[in-house]
């Protein structure tokens, strides 16, 4: 069994931060491409920002240059810092994982946090 765990989020005021956290546990062999979604009332699921095994990054428009994502693999666990925080980045907060399991290192899964919930109000 794998299970991802996210923490860290809460209420803050515009223009203020917070780090999310994302740790992986279980039976876990390698873990691949990770990412952070959100998804607010009423909208679809989108994808915040995506950190590959190389440390590549990717980032949605609406987020660059406030937010910064990244991984610690010894530790299974995943980071996003969000600085400069909006009002519209209010959402839950989801981790997801391409994941290899030990005595199935041919399959990747895919795994999802339950969300941490972020609101930015004043």
Known sequence: QVQLAESGGGLVQPGGSLRLSCAASGSIF????????RQ??????????GITSSNRKNYADSVKGRFTISRDDA??????QMNSLKPEDTAV????ADIRRWGATHV???????????????
């Open 30 to 37: 390698s873990i691949n491409v990770m990412g952070w979604y």
């Open 93 to 96: 907060y989801l981790c997801n």
């Open 75 to 80: 530790k299974n666990t995943m980071y996003l």
């Open 108 to 122: 990747v899964e895919s795994h999802w946090g339950q969300g941490t919930q972020v609101t930015v109000s004043s």
């Open 40 to 49: 607010a009332p009423g909208k679809q699921r989108e994808l915040v920002a």
